[in-house]
């Protein structure tokens, strides 16, 4: 598939990015259609106006580097304007209801991308406001990640269907997206986590089914080499996630041997890359000899937040064309 030429089979008509699974295929793979045409407009220094006139409220409740810098730089490469609000400065850190302040800020500006905690405070800016609401993370789903990943895998293996991505770690909110997204998309999804820590079963059936739908496989396992068998992309995250420090030594005992390395990389495809969201801790959920090293792409990865992010604010509130 030329995702590039991508001809999109019904009209976008989502409002809101707060999951992938309230996306289409079809939708998703505009998305990653924008994201690439974007980028390549950037990279050749064409203009970019979809978003002139416009800005996006960014609420930060959690700390980011590549959120932060991604959105602020692509609304701005689009045309339009960036807002930063974190929840320490604002009334809704203060106690303000959040139906309040999506009321107030409808008012004032085009979209609210939040970064948070609860996905149940995404979802009620979404009910209350009456502009786009893009999820930047919370505790439950990250996919403006996981569009970045997917065109990752795009651009280094010219498809997407038919691939395995291997999982290894905590199952997450980002094990949620990526199985999710990859499941939507035709990708098998191979999922590593130790008891405790699997992935949510309720967001596991989704993906299940999106599978069986779309002809791919999702699998949860203890095994790490077991997932990682013949996957074309290797993944993992941070052990403890933000909010989660406080567990972090008993969580380091769950998970030592969950590990992305020279191990993993035997059973894999000679031809595998390697993704993680970041940040990382080398020595913990991934070797240096990996991360550092010739199947690593995480810095591609880190770069195309930028231009996915791009593809999803045109979508929900660009003016329409680039």
């Given at each position: 598939?030329?995702?590039?030429?991508?001809q999109?089979?019904?009209?976008?008509?989502?409002?809101h990015?707060?999951?992938?699974?309230?996306?289409?295929?079809?939708?998703?793979y505009?998305?990653?259609?924008?994201?690439?045409?974007?980028?390549?407009?950037?990279?050749?220094?064409?203009?970019q106006?979809?978003?002139?006139?416009?800005?996006?409220?960014?609420?930060?409740?959690?700390?980011?580097?590549?959120?932060?810098?991604?959105?602020?730089?692509g609304?701005?490469?689009?045309?339009?304007?960036a807002?930063?609000?974190?929840?320490?400065?604002?009334?809704?850190?203060?106690?303000e209801?959040?139906?309040?302040?999506?009321?107030?800020?409808?008012?004032?500006?085009?979209?609210?991308?939040?970064?948070?905690?609860?996905?149940?405070?995404l979802?009620?800016?979404?009910?209350?406001?009456?502009?786009?609401?893009?999820?930047?993370?919370?505790?439950?789903?990250?996919?403006?990640?996981?569009?970045?990943?997917?065109?990752?895998?795009?651009?280094?293996?010219?498809?997407?269907?038919?691939?395995?991505?291997?999982?290894?770690?905590?199952?997450?909110?980002?094990?949620?997206?990526?199985?999710?997204?990859?499941?939507?998309?035709?990708?098998?999804?191979?999922?590593?986590?130790?008891?405790?820590?699997?992935?949510?079963?309720v967001?596991?059936?989704?993906?299940?089914?999106?599978?069986?739908?779309?002809?791919?496989?999702?699998?949860?396992?203890?095994?790490?080499?077991?997932?990682?068998?013949?996957?074309?992309?290797?993944?993992?995250?941070?052990?403890?996630?933000?909010?989660?420090?406080?567990?972090?030594?008993?969580?380091?005992?769950?998970?030592?041997?969950?590990?992305?390395?020279?191990?993993?990389?035997?059973?894999?495809?000679k031809?595998?890359?390697?993704?993680?969201?970041?940040?990382?801790?080398?020595?913990?959920e991934?070797?240096?000899e990996?991360?550092?090293?010739?199947?690593?792409?995480?810095?591609?990865?880190?770069?195309?937040?930028?231009?996915?992010?791009?593809?999803?604010?045109?979508?929900?509130?660009?003016?329409?064309?680039?």
């Amino acid at each position: 598939m030329d995702l590039m030429n991508y001809q999109a089979k019904a009209p976008f008509t989502q409002k809101h990015l707060l999951t992938l699974q309230d996306w289409s295929e079809d939708e998703i793979y505009q998305c990653l259609s924008h994201a690439l045409k974007l980028k390549a407009m950037q990279k050749s220094g064409q203009k970019q106006s979809c978003l002139s006139g416009k800005t996006l409220a960014m609420i930060f409740a959690k700390s980011s580097t590549r959120t932060r810098v991604s959105f602020e730089v692509g609304a701005s490469q689009l045309g339009g304007s960036a807002l930063f609000l974190s929840t320490s400065d604002i009334q809704l850190g203060r106690g303000e209801p959040i139906s309040d302040t999506a009321q107030v800020l409808s008012r004032m500006v085009d979209g609210i991308m939040i970064r948070t905690f609860k996905q149940s405070d995404l979802e009620a800016l979404a009910k209350y406001g009456s502009i786009p609401i893009i999820n930047g993370l919370t505790d439950e789903f990250h996919p403006c990640q996981v569009l970045a990943d997917l065109m990752t895998i795009y651009e280094k293996k010219g498809t997407l269907k038919g691939l395995k991505l291997a999982f290894v770690g905590d199952g997450n909110n980002m094990a949620h997206s990526l199985m999710i997204g990859c499941s939507k998309l035709g990708l098998d999804v191979s999922i590593a986590s130790p008891d405790g820590y699997k992935p949510n079963p309720v967001y596991t059936a989704w993906a299940v089914a999106n599978a069986e739908k779309h002809g791919s496989k999702v699998t949860i396992c203890t095994d790490p080499l077991e997932a990682c068998k013949d996957a074309d992309v290797l993944y993992t995250d941070v052990w403890a996630s933000m909010g989660q420090e406080g567990e972090a030594e008993v969580r380091k005992q769950a998970f030592s041997s969950y590990q992305i390395n020279a191990d993993c990389l035997a059973v894999a495809k000679k031809d595998c890359i390697f993704l993680h969201c970041l940040p990382a801790h080398r020595g913990e959920e991934v070797t240096s000899e990996v991360i550092d090293g010739a199947h690593s792409v995480i810095f591609d990865e880190a770069e195309n937040r930028l231009h996915a992010q791009k593809g999803v604010m045109a979508l929900l509130m660009g003016n329409g064309g680039f």
